[in-house]
């Protein structure tokens, strides 16, 4: 199962939806990894990647190594999965963004390289029971070539206007992509955050989505300064404040979208496990 994470409005929480979520699907067992393919490397640091350190300019470990191996520009070819890195978190894996990516985005574009993130995830769907992608805030080339290789995209929504009319353009960009490359792309949900109830606002255009039939998820997931804190500590909030308000949130949201009974999360034991896991422990 790949989810991608995408919002052409920035500061709409993706990063920490996706790094919240993969969290906890590897709290539940499966073998998870986060693909960031944002320059900012937001999910790379929330989860103890810096992509600026020196041990990140040195060791080349990223995501845009695939990039680059594609382009015939690595001297050895590697299997996507030896890029891949071990978080500090039992199931849980990173396959960090680079500040490479910027500077490689017009090549890849004018040589039509859209595919060629499909192709390796081809081969790493093969090795992790979920695979989240963090996209950039924008329509770029990074952010189509995930849409091409996923069946499956969450919007992030934060409850304001300008937020609406920012959707509105993203699924006419989506339908477009999905049209001309991806015709199994679908929206598996859009994921109200930051949702304030005791504001009118937030409620008003939560059911102005509904009433224009808008896949709107249930579970809507709140503001809190424990966010802040999880960022700071770069711990997602189902290892930091289990038992906190949001965390239970985030687990309801990751059981409607798993589809999986109120409740599932308790029985974390169960869920299947892949070799991945001990291969990277």
Not at 129 to 137: L, N
Not at 142 to 161: E, G, H, Q, R
């Amino acid at each position: 199962m790949i989810r991608v994470v995408f919002n052409q409005k920035g500061g709409v929480g993706k990063s920490s939806i996706t790094c919240n979520l993969a969290a906890i699907s590897a709290e539940m067992g499966y073998s998870t990894l986060v693909i960031d393919l944002d320059v900012q490397g937001n999910s790379s640091m929330y989860l103890g990647y810096d992509i600026h350190s020196e041990e990140a300019l040195t060791t080349g470990t990223s995501v845009a190594n695939i990039f680059k191996q594609r382009r015939g520009l690595l001297s050895t070819k590697q299997p996507p999965d030896d890029y891949v890195l071990a978080t500090e978190h039992e199931n849980l894996f990173l396959l960090p963004a680079s500040i490479e990516l910027e500077a490689m985005e017009k090549d890849l574009e004018s040589r039509y390289k859209i595919y060629q993130l499909r192709k390796a995830l081809e081969q790493l769907d093969q090795h992790y029971d979920r695979i989240y992608i963090d996209t950039a805030p924008n329509f770029n080339f990074y952010s189509k070539s995930a849409l091409i290789a996923t069946n499956t995209v969450l919007i992030p929504f934060d409850c304001d206007s300008f937020s609406k009319q920012a959707l509105y353009n993203l699924i006419d960009n989506m339908m477009e992509l999905k049209e001309d490359h991806n015709e199994d792309l679908r929206i598996e949900g859009i994921v109200i955050n930051q949702f304030n109830a005791q504001a009118s606002l937030p409620a008003i255009l939560v059911d102005e989505l509904k009433a224009e039939e808008m896949p709107v998820l249930d579970c809507y997931l709140g503001s809190s300064v424990k966010m802040k804190e999880s960022h700071y500590r770069q711990t997602p909030l189902v290892y930091m404040a289990r038992s906190h308000k949001l965390t239970q949130q985030f687990i309801a949201l990751f059981e409607q979208i798993e589809q999986l009974p109120p409740g599932s999360f308790q029985l974390k034991d169960t869920a299947p496990q892949t070799e991945t896991a001990s291969a990277h422990s």
